[in-house]
């Protein structure tokens, strides 16, 4: 990430604090603020694996700076609890998650947003299962919706945007493994092709390898048929 010379954002304020504090700040308190300083100048984009790349320390320590600095600079203010909440709808919005059955699945990499759901969730004798993967939350709709009610969303239409969402997805039916393996087999075939043939020539063997499938189809039924 290329940043130009003096188009940081907060830098005066991050020099002020690191003076007004110098001699009182350990190693580890320099760490969180020079992160909060990158996050808050673009870096905030970047997953845990590419800040571990950029800054070359271990994914595991940019886990842990991400965590201490959300406690160290809470979004949302004082309210950091409205902003979760805020978070939450956005995130069904997007449609970034999956659901299976009854259960939802997202992604979620900020810890705090994870430690909000689940403490709210707890509250009332729920949870949210993390076991598979500690980014990834897996809880049942149901919890879902009580996680909505508690936010208190003051729009009907968000609301019922979100609803959608989710019964949207409940009604998609999921691709199975073979069938995705499948598509991406065929686009690396197609990318391949690409390379040493003419986009006509492709149109050509696709269309040559569709009529050959069908009468191999056709011979089959037929065969079916004799039996």
């Not at 990158?38 to 905030?44: E, H, K, S, T, V």
């Not at 970034?96 to 689940?118: E, G, P, V």
């Not at 299962?129 to 500690?134: A, E, G, I, L």
């Amino acid at each position: 990430m290329t940043v130009t010379p003096g188009a940081w954002k907060e830098v005066e304020q991050f020099v002020q604090d690191c003076f007004a504090k110098f001699g009182s700040m350990n190693k580890n308190n320099y760490e969180v603020a020079l992160f909060h300083l990158l996050l808050r100048n673009g870096f905030d984009t970047c997953s845990d694996f590419e800040l571990s790349l950029k800054l070359q320390i271990p994914e595991s320590k940019v886990k842990r700076l991400r965590y201490e600095e959300s406690l160290v600079y809470p979004r949302g203010g004082t309210d950091a609890n409205l902003y979760y909440q805020e978070q939450l709808a956005i995130l069904l919005l997007s449609r970034k998650y999956r659901m299976h059955n009854d259960r939802i699945q997202f992604a979620i990499a900020d810890k705090h947003f994870r430690l909000y759901i689940s403490d709210a969730l707890m509250r009332d004798g729920r949870f949210a299962d993390t076991s598979f993967n500690t980014n990834i939350v897996v809880i049942s709709v149901a919890d879902l919706l009580y996680l909505l009610e508690k936010a208190n969303i003051k729009s009907a239409e968000t609301m019922k945007a979100i609803r959608k969402s989710i019964e949207d997805g409940n009604k998609e039916e999921e691709k199975t493994v073979a069938g995705a393996l499948q598509d991406l087999t065929d686009e690396m075939l197609r990318e391949m092709l690409r390379k040493v043939v003419s986009d006509k020539m492709i149109d050509k063997l696709e269309g040559f390898a569709k009529l050959l499938k069908e009468k191999i189809e056709k011979r089959k039924t037929n065969k079916q048929k004799k039996l």
